[in-house]
């Protein structure tokens, strides 16, 4: 059974950058699609990013342009690259199994304005 951690999390000022990691412990993780997404304050949580097996990327339109999900098959793990952020993309960011009910623990991302 495949286990996911993210990492990465943190405070920064509007405009700044952070990249988070999502760890992928278990079986093949090269054969599985892996999705971003995240909870902001109060709210529910929303699709961020998409990954495919063979690196093809789907972004949600708040983010596109800004952030970029990528992986490295050889370490099993999945990466987001968030620029240029804003104060509306704090929340807790979970990496998650395409089409599972497999997620991580989350890391929080505070930005302030």
């Known amino acids: 059974q495949v286990q996911l951690v993210e990492s990465g999390g943190g405070l920064v000022q509007a405009g700044q950058s952070l990249r988070l990691s999502c760890a992928a412990s278990?079986?093949?993780?090269?054969?599985?699609?892996m999705n971003w997404f995240r909870q902001p304050p109060g709210k529910e949580r929303e699709f961020v990013a998409h990954?495919?097996?063979?690196?093809?990327?789907f972004y949600a339109d708040s983010v596109k342009g800004r952030f970029i999900v990528s992986r490295d098959n050889a370490k099993n793990m999945v990466y987001l690259q968030m620029n240029s952020l804003k104060s509306e993309d704090t929340a807790v960011y979970y990496c998650?199994?395409?089409?599972?009910?497999?997620w991580g623990q989350g890391t929080q991302v505070t930005v302030s304005s």
């Open positions: 998650n199994i395409h089409g599972t009910q497999t």
């Open positions: 278990g079986r093949t993780f090269s054969d599985y699609a």
């Open positions: 990954i495919s097996w063979s690196a093809s990327t």
